[in-house]
């Protein structure tokens, strides 16, 4: 678990059933300005039983991150005093009844619990039961697990399809594995990839991150593919992709003579192929013209973590990737407090320690209000409720909603619009994807006192100008 700040750790242990305070001032101040690590060490009760909880942490990155989640079920006579004992071997024995380990896992607070009052219920009952009734809790902890992620990848609307390759993953018990989609956007294609690893100590699945690279790659035609096409052997293999970067990269680990192209991968079809680079012995000798933007330009990439104050579904990390910015009401400033702001990635400064771009924020203290810019354009389905409201919502997710304004010849013309709030306008668009002049498709009054304030303003430079000469 990893999270970038103590008010979303607070949030964290919320989520997973344990008392936000652990997290509060006394905690904060008390870790020195220059340390690498720190621990939480509480008790909690369960079933009138006292847990001890300890939790170890990591911040020499810059982020926090959970290193070790130990429990101990203690004797209900245990007091608060008593917890320097728990330092000694001795008095451990002295008090402990039931312990467990989860290494770097934040596993549920109730399942962890639950284990530990189980074990010792069955230990006096029957020793040879506990093993049996561990068996049990995981398996139920697991349909639990399945449906939380169900609903974390729904919330972040990945499609039904990744969703049902997930469950088939997790069903098979794999330690770790890896789904991969490709989507195409305005910018080109963009590739997915969610990476999900088992509990080291359970049969618990963890999904904390996906990432997204968005490469120059145009679109497919229908039931076309990447094809490399190596030799080997005195045979042609032929290893079929969706994605260019994963084509890409396979063709460029080959060390013989292989073929990049595009086409249809059945044998009917292969002739008539488009070859997009070749290699001979290991050495790249042919980038086909169309082909070389996309063959030589580095993707933009991004990973975006779950579970903290920048949890972005994927629409919204799709739209951030291609620069546009993304409206969040549910963001916390460090002393825990909510607040709103579109949000944008910053592709000017350079990216953090893990590769990732910094964001930049821009909070309603900006000044920008996206309804009330809106409303200053001539656009014909403002004069719906729903409508509106539905133009607003894509404008905030980042997308590009399309739009009806008049045109020059009187005739509907549909665009699309797109958020700037870095400018506090909005940015308009032909289908094809041309700039449209925005000030064309302003409501009159709006246009006036935009031309009174550009007068305005060229009349203060002028004056500036005639100072600077009788100077």
């Given at each position: ?26 905690l ?9 690590s ?22 020499s990155?810059g ?35 039931e312990s ?19 074990s ?29 992620l ?31 989609d ?5 910018k ?31 679109p497919?035609?229908?039931d076309?593919q ?9 045979k ?9 970067l ?15 192209a ?12 488009n ?48 620069g ?28 953090d ?7 930049r924020?821009f ?13 200053s ?7 719906d ?9 894509e ?6 909603p ?55 303003k060229?009349?203060?430079k ?10």
């Open positions: 678990m990893r999270v970038s700040d103590f008010a979303a750790l607070a949030d964290e242990l919320k989520d997973h059933g344990y008392p936000e305070k652990w997290v509060d001032e006394k904060i101040a008390g870790i020195p300005m220059y340390a690498k720190f621990s939480i060490k509480q008790l909690m009760k369960h079933k009138d039983d006292p847990v001890y909880v300890r939790m170890d942490f990591d911040i990155k982020v926090i991150e959970l290193k070790a989640l130990d429990a101990d079920l203690l004797r209900k006579s245990f007091k608060a005093k008593d917890l320097p004992d728990l330092n000694f071997p001795v008095s451990r024995d002295k008090w402990v009844l467990t380990s989860q290494q770097a896992d934040l596993v549920p607070a109730r399942y962890l619990l639950d284990v530990l009052q189980a010792k219920q069955m230990s006096e009952m029957n020793p040879d039961l506990v093993e049996e009734y561990k068996t049990k809790t995981i398996s139920t902890m697991n349909r639990n697990n399945l449906e939380e169900r609903d974390i990848l729904a919330a972040h609307k990945f499609g039904e399809h990744l969703i049902k390759q997930m469950e088939e993953n997790m069903a098979k018990n794999l330690p770790a594995f890896q789904l991969r490709t989507l195409h956007t305005d080109g294609q963009m590739d997915l990839s969610m990476n999900f690893r088992q509990s080291a100590k359970s049969d618990f699945y963890y999904f904390n991150n996906y990432k997204l690279e968005l490469s120059k790659a145009r497919l035609e229908k076309h990447y094809l490399v096409i190596t030799e080997a052997d005195g042609n293999l032929m290893r079929k992709y969706d994605s260019a994963q084509a890409m990269e396979f063709f460029n680990k080959q060390t013989g003579n292989s073929e990049l595009i086409g249809k991968g059945n044998k009917d079809d292969l002739q008539y192929r070859t997009v680079a070749t290699m001979k012995e290991g050495k790249v000798d042919y980038v086909a013209k169309e082909f070389y933007g996309t063959y030589r330009t580095p993707p933009v990439t991004n990973t975006f973590y779950l579970k903290n104050e920048a949890t972005f579904s994927l629409e919204q990390g799709v739209n951030l990737l291609q546009r910015a993304v409206f969040r009401d549910d963001l916390l400033n460090r002393g825990g407090e909510q607040y709103s702001a579109w949000v944008q990635l910053d592709f000017d400064q350079k990216k320690n893990y590769g990732n771009y910094k964001t924020q909070s309603e203290g900006y000044g920008f209000d996206v309804k009330k810019e809106l409303e354009y001539q656009i014909k389905e403002l004069a409720i729903k409508k509106t409201e539905l133009i607003l919502s404008l905030k997710e980042g997308n590009r399309l739009v009806t304004v008049p045109g020059a010849d009187g005739q509907d013309q549909k665009l699309r619009i797109v958020a700037m709030p870095r400018y506090s306008n909005l940015n308009f668009f032909e289908i094809n994807g041309k700039p449209a002049i925005r000030e064309d498709y302003k409501k009159e009054q709006q246009l006036s006192q935009l031309l009174d304030k550009n007068k305005g060229d009349k203060s002028n004056q500036e100008q005639e100072n600077e000469l009788a100077l």
